[in-house]
């Protein structure tokens, strides 16, 4: 009988017991993804936890970098991050996400102005009435919670960040599962 190399002989089994369990399918998760109760792949929350930290380490406000560098880190993540869920059924948690990191960015960009004179400013150079643009310049709230007032966002719409080169998750996702854009899902015209 011929004799096995050293690496091919057997070895102890052993299992990793937070990896292997029995349980629900809706709670167990496998390469950040999980199964919902129709069947479907979903993201899981796990890995949509590590995202916001991800893009909460690159839009802090004290990095000291523009907001255009600030945005071309940002789509160069989340444009590979996007691309390996294209499989999930993500669109509602995707437009959430792409909502909350618009709000870390007028955030940034207020903090940005730094002064009073400079907030109002650039609100009024961007649509915001000027009696708006003081008040809110003058207020003494925070910078996030200044990011969330109807001003910033009249100041800094979507359109805003659309020209400034911000990619939407969600729309980079829809794009990615268009028919014709995945695999065998071509149509295919028959020969006659």
Not at 61 to 83: C, D, E, H
Not at 159 to 188: C, E, I, K, M, P
Request: glycine share 6%; aromatic share 8%; with cysteine.
């Amino acid at each position: 009988m011929a004799r096995l190399p050293p690496c091919w002989k057997a070895s102890p089994t052993r299992v990793n017991q937070a990896k292997s369990a029995v349980a629900h399918v809706r709670e167990r998760t496998f390469l950040g993804h999980r199964l919902t109760a129709g069947g479907f792949l979903s993201i899981a929350n796990k890995s949509l936890t590590r995202l916001k930290e991800r893009l909460r380490a690159i839009t802090r406000r004290n990095r000291g970098i523009s907001l255009a560098a600030m945005i071309a880190q940002t789509n160069a993540f989340t444009t590979g991050w996007v691309t390996y869920y294209r499989h999930a059924r993500a669109q509602t948690v995707l437009r959430e996400i792409d909502s909350w990191l618009r709000r870390k960015l007028r955030c940034v960009r207020l903090k940005q102005c730094k002064r009073t004179m400079t907030i109002a400013t650039f609100l009024r150079e961007n649509g915001v009435p000027e009696w708006q643009a003081w008040i809110f310049a003058l207020s003494g709230k925070g910078w996030w919670r200044l990011s969330g007032s109807p001003q910033a966002a009249h100041g800094m719409p979507n359109a805003w960040f659309d020209q400034a080169g911000l990619s939407s998750l969600a729309l980079q996702h829809a794009a990615l599962n268009r028919t014709g854009n995945r695999r065998d899902t071509q149509y295919v015209r028959p020969v006659v």
